[in-house]
Each structure stands twice: as structure tokens, then as C-alpha cells.
């Protein structure tokens, strides 16, 4: 009898715990949705809320709780983000897209152009924000639409469903990155696990289901217009070699360390795990030591940031005070996506202090719910109430922190898990998605024709990759 007033009592905390969870989680779709909020701020009033409204900690805290989250997640995320900015403004710059896009058609002949488009999208978005790669890549499609005489969407969706799903499974670009780092999963697990999944479906959803899509909706290529062609193209083995390697460098890197730390016992915690390797590194032979620091995230970006600048810039003839000019260009937008991932990191925290993010964990665990599937709804269902795929991502990754605490499983079913949040972010576009009205437009379509053909190209998408990273779940 005297054990029944305290577990009513423990029952309820927890239930306020979670309730003060899904009152944050609405907080944030409201400021989003209807008042117009910038998601940075949003996020930050969400967080201000959660650490006042659980109970679990003064409000004289809050403030420093904020700062310790916004410093642990920006550091390596800002990095990550400026350079690959960098690195994919230089390959916009100097026409590299077009030139893939070019390489890879005179390859598979004007045939097999459907699969060219998605090759080209998928290569392309891994440095080039999705919206951008978009507007670079239009008049291709438009020329091969004017060509062939067939629908503008035949081309076009294919090089759309190329470019979601690289820009939402595959680091460097801003999402995964954060969604990896904020869940502790190497880069180089989030790369191999977005490969391993986007590419079968972009195959999928690209030549297969777009181009089905595309035979039942005719869209007319727009007039042509004088200067849509660049000038001198770089060769499309250049591109080609610029954009495979950092991901070279990375996975090099990670393979070198995986055999330092071979003798290393399992089930360590990360941090324990990170020391082992770094004093096992610093006695091992010169040239794992040089691959190893070369294939770190960061300093294999910056070198490639270099090394696009130089080849994509200086060799082509690109001033000094032009290429600062294009370097401090990309980094405008990215600064916006810096902030969003700085505040959701410090959402990530606060939950984590207040337990509440342990309370929803426990809830969930004691239920039963699989961890892959409540991450891809949890990003769904953000994605779909609010429309930026980013604070889908970003929140996904903030719920999901303290529930896999508590869940064990390996770092390839964790990776796995950072591609189910970012498949949830990437379906049901509709008309809060900036990216809705970016393919709209370009591919001159009207809202109904989008709604018709590109929300059912995200949701395949996001579908498809629920159903491969389940099938893959059982064998990693």
C-alpha cells in the first residue's frame, strides 16, 4: 500500500514529461506554420519552454543548459557545412553540373537520358544544394524535352528524384550531417548507409516510376532562350574526380582507423572508443597516421574546397577577388542552416537535461515501437505539418537521441536510423515545402501537375527507403 501513491506518482511525472514534449513539438509547428516564426527561433523558444514547463530544472538554468547545447553541435557541423558550401559553389560556378549532366548523356545515349538525369542528380546534389542544382540543370532538360518532343517531366523528374535523395541520405549536405553527428554515427557510416539505400532507390524512382509518372502528365519545355548554355565546360573526368573525393578521402580514413581498432574489445562506450583509437593512432606507421588526418570530415572538405578552387577557379582563369567573391557567396545560405542546427542541438539538450526526452523513451520502449519506424514518423510527421525537410531532420534526430540511449543496437542500425529520419523528411511535398514550388516552377508545371507527380515522387521515395532500410536492419 505505502508503494502506490509513489509509482502513481512516478506515472505521472512521466506523463507530464511527454506531455510537455508534444506541447514543444506543436509550440514549434505553430510558430512555424501560422505566426511565421524563422525555425531558428522557433526551435529556441521550443527549448526555452520545454526546460521551464517540465519542472525538472530551475529556470535559472535555462539559459546556460541553451548555451552548452548550441556550442556541443555547432563546432563540427558549422565546419562540415561552410566548406562543403565552398566546395559546391565552385562546381555550380564553373558550369561543373552542366558538365556532368553532358558527360554522363553522351554515355548513356539520348536513349538511356533518363538514366543520365538521375546519375546527374545524384552525383551532383552531394555538394550542391537541391534547390540550386535545380536551376543549373533546368535548360539541359528543357533541351532534351525540345529534342525529343516528349514531356519536359520525362527528364525532369528523374533528375529531381536523383537530386532528393543524395540531398537528404548522403553527407556532406546539411541534414544527414547533423542527423549522424547529433546520433554519434561516423561520417563515413552515414555516406556507405546512404549509398546503400538511395541509390536502389533512385534507380526505383528515378527512370522507373518518374518516367512512368511522366507519360501521363504532359508538361510543354518553355521557349528557348538565348544564354542558357555556358561557355568552355571543365571535362567531365574533372568534375567527376572533384566530386568523388572527399568521399574517397573519408572512406579511407575510416578504413584505416577500422584496422587500427581492430584488437580494440566491443560494446566500449564512443567516447572510450575515440580515445582507444587516438592513442593507438599516434604509434601507428606514418602513412595510416597521414590517411587517417586526411580523411577526417573536416580536413578532407577543406582540401577539396582547395583543390575546386584551384581547378575549378584559378586554372580557368578566376581572379582573386572573384573567387573570394563566390567563397563568401555560398556561405550566406549556409549560415541560415548553421543557426537551424545550432538550435536544434540546443532542443536536443534540453531534453536531454529535463529527462523528458527519457521520459518519452521510456514510453516508447515500454510499448514495443521500433526504433527505425518511430523515426521515420517522427520526421514525417514534422515534414509533413511544417514542410522544410531541414527542422524535420533536425528535430527527428532530437527526439530519437535519448530513445536510442536506451535501445541497444550496432552503428550500421544506427546509420540506419539516420536514413529513415532523413526519408520521412523527404516525402508529401506539398505546398509549405520551398522545394515544391522550386521543381513547380523550373518544370513548369502548375500546382495541381506538381501535387500529381512530384509529391508522389518524394513519398516513393521516402516509402521505399523505410522498406530497404528495414530489409537491411536485420543484416547489420
Known amino acids: 500500500m505505502l508503494n502506490f501513491p509513489l509509482m502513481a506518482l512516478i506515472e505521472v511525472s512521466q506523463m507530464r514529461l511527454v506531455g510537455v514534449l508534444v506541447a514543444a513539438v506543436l509550440l ?70 552542366q558538365s556532368l549532366a553532358n558527360g554522363l ?67 556532406p549536405t546539411p541534414g544527414p550531417t547533423w542527423v549522424a553527428y547529433a546520433l554519434n554515427v561516423p561520417l563515413s557510416q552515414a555516406i556507405l548507409y546512404g549509398l546503400l539505400v538511395g541509390l536502389p532507390v533512385a534507380v526505383l524512382t528515378g527512370p522507373l516510376f518518374s518516367v512512368w509518372l511522366a507519360k501521363r502528365v504532359y508538361v510543354a519545355p ?35 582507423e577500422q584496422s587500427v581498432a581492430g584488437s580494440l574489445p566491443a560494446g566500449m562506450e564512443r ?82 537535461e529535463t529527462r523528458v526526452g527519457e521520459a518519452l523513451a521510456e514510453t516508447l520502449v515500454s510499448l514495443g515501437a521500433a526504433p527505425l519506424f518511430m523515426a521515420w514518423l517522427f520526421s514525417t510527421i514534422i515534414r509533413v505539418a511544417q514542410g522544410s525537410a531541414t527542422v524535420a531532420m533536425v528535430a527527428s534526430a532530437a527526439l530519437m537521441g535519448p530513445i536510442l540511449a536506451l535501445t ?12 529513415a529520419i532523413a526519408a520521412g523528411a523527404t516525402g508529401f511535398s506539398h505546398v509549405n515545402d520551398s522545394g515544391f514550388w522550386v521543381v513547380g516552377r523550373y518544370f513548369c508545371m502548375t500546382e495541381k501537375q506538381t501535387l500529381q507527380t512530384w509529391f508522389w515522387v518524394g513519398t516513393s ?10 530489409l537491411l536492419w536485420f543484416l547489420v
Open 28 to 97: 514549434i509547428l505553430l510558430l512555424v506554420m501560422k505566426l511565421r516564426v524563422q525555425a531558428f527561433v522557433a526551435l529556441l523558444l521550443a527549448s526555452v519552454f520545454v526546460g521551464v514547463a517540465s519542472g525538472t530544472m530551475g529556470i535559472t538554468e535555462v539559459g546556460e543548459a541553451m548555451v552548452r547545447g548550441a556550442g556541443k553541435e555547432i563546432g563540427f557541423i558549422a565546419l562540415i557545412i561552410g566548406l562543403g558550401s565552398i566546395f559546391g559553389a565552385f562546381i555550380e560556378h564553373s558550369g561543373g553540373a
Open 271 to 352: 567516447a572510450e572508443l575515440t580515445a582507444a583509437k587516438a592513442e593507438l593512432l599516434a604509434v601507428a606507421p606514418w602513412w595510416q597516421q597521414t590517411v587517417s588526418f586526411l580523411g577526417h570530415p573536416v580536413v578532407a572538405l577543406l582540401v577539396c574546397a582547395m583543390v575546386a578552387m584551384y581547378v575549378l577557379g584559378t586554372m580557368r582563369g578566376v581572379g582573386r577577388d572573384d573567387l573570394m567573391d563566390i567563397a563568401t557567396k555560398s556561405l550566406s545560405p549556409a549560415g541560415v542552416i548553421i543557426l537551424i542546427t545550432g538550435a536544434g542541438g540546443v532542443f536536443k539538450q534540453m531534453l536531454i
Open 105 to 171: 548523356l553522351a554515355r548513356f545515349g539520348e536513349k538511356r537520358a533518363t538514366w543520365a538525369m538521375m546519375l546527374t542528380g545524384f552525383l551532383i546534389s552531394i555538394p550542391v544544394f537541391l534547390d540550386v542544382a535545380i536551376v543549373i540543370l533546368a535548360p539541359i532538360v528543357y533541351t532534351l524535352a525540345r529534342r525529343s518532343g516528349k514531356s519536359l517531366l520525362y527528364y525532369g523528374l528523374p533528375l529531381g528524384a536523383g537530386l532528393a535523395v543524395t540531398h537528404a541520405f548522403v553527407p
Open 222 to 256: 518553355p521557349p528557348l532562350v538565348a544564354g542558357e548554355e555556358k561557355g568552355q565546360l571543365p571535362p567531365f573526368g574533372l568534375i567527376a574526380c572533384v566530386l568523388l573525393l572527399p568521399v574517397v578521402m573519408i572512406f579511407a580514413g575510416a578504413l584505416v
Open 408 to 419: 541497444e543496437i550496432s552503428t550500421g542500425q544506427t546509420a540506419l536510423i539516420v536514413v
Open 461 to 470: 521515395i521516402s516509402v521505399l527507403s523505410l522498406v530497404f532500410c528495414g
